[in-house]
DNA sequence: GACTGTGAAGCCATTCACAGCT
DNA sequence: AGCTGTGAATGGCTTCACAGTC
């Protein structure tokens, strides 16, 4: 267990390079350097270095890494050697694409079920994943100790839905609800805001490049 | 035309200051003080303050800042008194979700059509967007002066739509591939990274909260 | 008295530059 | 010679604390 504080951005950033590690490993690439793979993540060489000396040495000096060993290094850092159960709370469009999307299965996260209050969507699949009410959900949680949900419903119930997650005891929530709702201190919390990142676009188009 | 660096970080608070804003607004509020701001965006009032202080004195001092007026300046920051009009390049889960989501519209960005390859979705719609032929892409960009365009396709795809998207002339592109693509500098680019959300969740259960 | 606006201080992340290995 | 690992320097964002205004 690690004392010294790791910068969030470092944490992101090992996520893309053990994508880009993979890939390596795929194509059959046994060494890698810093600067090499600061061109395939779009970085400088300087930064991955320091991101990977927050955990350790992993590399041999005046050669590189070995591209097995530290993408399995990195996939133990990101607690990725362990499969991830994942509940969706909303089975609307939003719901649905998570669940279909790919690169979550990839990285080892099984959308097991969907929670939601309109009937009629109860008993109805996606992909492989069950859609039951939502008066069910605690007790799934509960029962197959569910430790990470992600909320996609629309505004108004996020909170209630969170506070229901909460209360169900898991352990990590990843909202896509644009408004802001409160978590207790002892369970991770992340917000993904469609609509922030269209605004800072369009902040630098009208501040930066005149456009309009 | 500014000249002195605002933080990223800043512009992204202002888009959730202008949301807030709007809510109060719209509950017939008429001043706040950056205190209460800070208590419904959960933030701290400096910075608030500082924020707010990039573009201009928009407060009376003593008193707070009149709602409505503010409310307008940070819509005139963020570039959305026009509505812009936006296009998704990819028709499957996704680029499905995002153009039912109803975020996008709430906030002056106008779905107006969707590209895919898959020839059993051209012609139909998604809400009130048509789904066109890709290779109509690059015409109908430059025909409809296009600014913003959202690219939902799989991995290996990415860097050529991207690619059609610089061509036609788009100015701002807003990526949820999980890949490296690279860009020219003219043109604005963000990247929304699922993965690395919920990598981020798991790092810090693992790392942090003893989970498993 | 209350609250804004802001220079200064503090804190955190990134970049530099070089010593240490192979 | 080449590349890693890392203390030191830099740069940038956030917080503090107080002067200025209503």
Redesign the pocket.
């Known amino acids: 267990m690690k004392t010294i ?6 944490i992101a ?1 090992l996520s893309v390079y053990s994508r880009f590690l993979k890939q390596l490993d795929e194509n059959g690439v046994a060494i ?6 600061a061109k395939g993540v779009d ?11 927050y955990f ?10 070995k591209v097995k060993d530290l993408k399995e290094q990195i996939t133990k850092i990101l607690g990725l050697t362990y499969e991830w159960d994942v509940i969706i709370v909303g089975a609307g469009n939003l719901g649905s694409a998570i669940t279909h999307y790919k690169g979550f299965k990839e990285r080892g996260f099984n959308i097991v079920a969907l929670f939601d209050k309109d009937k009629k969507k109860i008993g109805l699949t996606i992909g492989d994943a069950p859609i039951y009410d939502i008066s069910q959900m605690e007790k799934y949680i509960r029962n197959n100790k569910v430790k990470i949900g992600v909320v996609a419903v629309p505004v108004p119930y996020a909170q209630k839905v969170v506070d229901v997650l909460v209360n169900a005891g898991i352990q990590a929530i990843l909202n896509f609800t644009p408004c802001v709702v409160t978590v207790p201190e002892h369970v991770e919390f992340r917000k993904v805001d469609l609509a922030v990142n269209m605004e800072l676009l369009t902040f630098n188009l009208v501040n930066y490049r005149n456009i309009i």
């Open positions: 504080k790791v910068p969030e951005a470092t950033r890698i350097s810093s600067g090499e793979i970085g400088s060489p300087a930064q991955v270095r320091k991101d990977l000396a350790g040495e992993f590399g041999i000096r005046g050669v590189g890494y």
